[in-house]
């Protein structure tokens, strides 16, 4: 979720950690474009807490067990390979996968490209954000159910398969002194712990590229910044055949990014063009403390934009699909999406590792990747 529409506040609720993999039938600081000096990078930025991704071999890409193949999946084999590309996205909550990267997703999709969301947690502790939707017991009493439901309607609305990793929402503490946070929570699992999970089933599906949040979450709720720490670890850790043992085969992703959503050039575009077609902007505010804000969040550095202007219907279908998280009267859909194709029809992220060589800015999160797949 951007940032305000983020709530999750301590509902009560537990989560069993279950597994399952299902197929779909079918906001931020401010920050300039970065221009790295040398535009061919292996290794970009300094992220995690784990030193530097070893140069190990990429494995020859078998066919993907988690995924069945199509005929659109076909078409995006790359030439010279029967293989598909594939791309996996490590998010936190059910709703996060909608609100960053989405229409990036639906357009990948379409292109023939797997794409496997992973849901590091159940959302068991997010609020009821939707006000005609609050203060429903029947909700709140079964909210971890329904955010299954609202999630495997998103899936729907965007094409992707679908994974829970199987822990348990944090909850965003709250008071001052903050509260500790709930025992067997997702943000408390010790670290190897959750990475030998994902890792698991990064050596499942095969990912050639990742995308997770910044290191401080994009958001500083404590599974956002866990789902960071997590993804990095088990981009790290994936290829290297002496880590985690008895979770497959090595598999190295090649590219990692972190997820952008509103970069101030974004939200000053939204703003103006609502103000040029006499529409109230939401953003007035936003925009008056940007550098307050921003002061306590990380810059974004993009390198990556990814035109996906004709996706923004099956973004917004996915976000509303979670009900209850979100409001459909509210700011984030004040823009007219023909307004958004006009002044902002793209979506953003930050290149955080490379194994490729790859030229900044890119538009594509398989620059560099879709040559190395090929060759082999
Ligand atoms: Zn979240």
Known sequence: MPEVLERNTGLGGSAKPDARVSSGSSGEASGEASRPANPAVR???????????????????????????????????????????????????????????AATMARYVDEGVEVLVVSCTAGERGDVLNPALKGRPEIEENIREIRRAEMAQAQRALGVAHHWLGYVDSGLPEGDPLPPLPEGCF??????????????????????????????????????????????????????????????????????????????????????????????????????????????MRAPKVTTTIYCADHFERRDAALLAHATQVDPQGWFFKVPLDVQREVFPWEQFELARSLVDTDIPEDDLFAGVRERVRAT
């Open 43 to 101: 290794v970009v930025g300094a992220i995690g807490n784990n030193g530097g991704v070893s140069d190990a071999p990429v494995s020859p890409i078998p066919a993907p067990p988690v995924n069945g193949s199509s005929a659109r999946q076909a078409a995006a084999a790359p030439a010279g390979s029967d293989q598909p590309l594939r791309l996996m996205c490590v998010h936190a909550h059910p709703d996060d996968e909608s609100s960053k990267g």
């Open 187 to 296: 943000a408390l699992v010790p670290l190897e712990e959750s990475t030998r999970t994902l890792v698991e089933l990064v050596r499942r599906f095969r990912p050639h590229v990742m995308t997770t949040y910044n290191e401080k979450g994009g958001y500083p709720h404590p599974d956002h910044i866990r789902c960071h720490e997590v993804s990095v670890a088990a981009f790290e850790a994936a290829g290297d055949p002496e880590a985690f043992p008895g979770t497959g085969d090595p598999w190295q992703p090649l590219k990692l990014y972190y997820d952008v959503t509103f970069t101030k050039e974004r939200v000053e575009a939204f703003h103006n063009a609502l103000v040029e077609h006499g529409i109230e902007s939401p953003y007035s505010e936003w925009l008056a403390n940007w550098e307050e804000r921003a002061a306590s």
